[in-house]
């Protein structure tokens, strides 16, 4: 219970954190978090670090502190979020491999695969795009394009398209809003209010699927 509330903690008051970060290690601020956004998207047993959050009280330390450049955290964090949906394709392009092969690998089984493929055919690449900006999802979207066997060359434009969008959005409104007294003085609802608006999707789609779609008589 306490590692759980220590990562509750860390979620809500990231500005502290980050700011205590900084003030104990410098520049190398930027490797913490460019590993820490690496990992979220690129270790697929990693979905709880924190993503928008991140990108969002970092863009605003930058702001206020003039310690982190704002552009160069920008880059460096593309670069992070690239390389671990590259990490995680192939890791997923492996296993798929195994599964069509075994049946099953670990928690993943050809079921799950066919399911899969057969999503990505109906709605295509702006899946991988879509998925940048919601929790969890963003960490297992490209394991599960690299299992589905989505062709790499289509899966990695959408894969840029959606590190462009989704690191330069979330970290230049920190930039510009983080360091708003309000916002300053309700951090945290500001985060709930960013995850909020970002596993919206998820419930939308339970709901519709539930609720709102005919079902086959």
Same mark, same amino acid.
């Given at each position: 219970?306490?590692?759980?509330? /220590? ?34 998207? @690129? ?23 003039? *310690?982190?450049? =704002? ?26 491999? /195994?599964?069509? /092969?075994?049946?099953?690998? &670990? ?17 295509? $690449?702006?899946? =991988?795009?879509? *998925?940048?900006?919601? #929790?969890?999802?963003?960490?297992? *979207? #490209?394991?599960? *394009?690299?299992? @589905? ?17 989704? =690191?330069?959005?979330?970290? &230049? &409104? ?26 919206? #999707?998820?419930?939308? $789609? ?5 609720? &709102?779609? #005919?079902?086959?008589?």
């Amino acid at each position: 219970m306490e590692i759980i509330s /220590q990562i509750v903690d860390f979620f809500l008051h990231l500005d502290k954190h980050l700011f205590d970060i900084i003030e104990e290690y410098g520049t190398l601020t930027y490797l913490i978090l460019f590993l820490i956004v690496f990992a979220e998207t @690129g270790l697929v047993f990693m979905p709880l670090l924190p993503g928008d959050s991140l990108l969002f009280a970092a863009g605003a330390l930058a702001a206020s502190t003039g *310690a982190l450049n =704002v552009w160069l955290i920008i880059v460096l964090l593309i670069i992070a979020a690239l390389l671990g949906d590259n990490v995680n394709y192939f890791v997923g392009k492996y296993l798929g491999t /195994q599964i069509k /092969q075994r049946e099953r690998v &670990l928690f993943l089984k050809r079921e799950y695969l066919e399911r899969t493929e057969a999503f990505y055919a109906k709605h295509g $690449g702006k899946t =991988v795009i879509m *998925a940048r900006f919601i #929790p969890i999802i963003r960490t297992v *979207a #490209p394991f599960v *394009a690299g299992a @589905g066997s989505m062709e790499y060359g289509k899966y990695i434009g959408y894969c840029i398209a959606g590190a462009l969008l989704w =690191v330069p959005t979330l970290t &230049l &409104l920190g930039y510009f809003f983080g360091n708003i007294t309000f916002v300053k003085e309700n951090f945290e609802l500001v985060i709930f209010g960013i995850i909020g608006l970002s596993v919206l #999707p998820i419930l939308w $789609g339970f709901i519709k699927s539930k609720f &709102l779609t #005919p079902k086959a008589v």
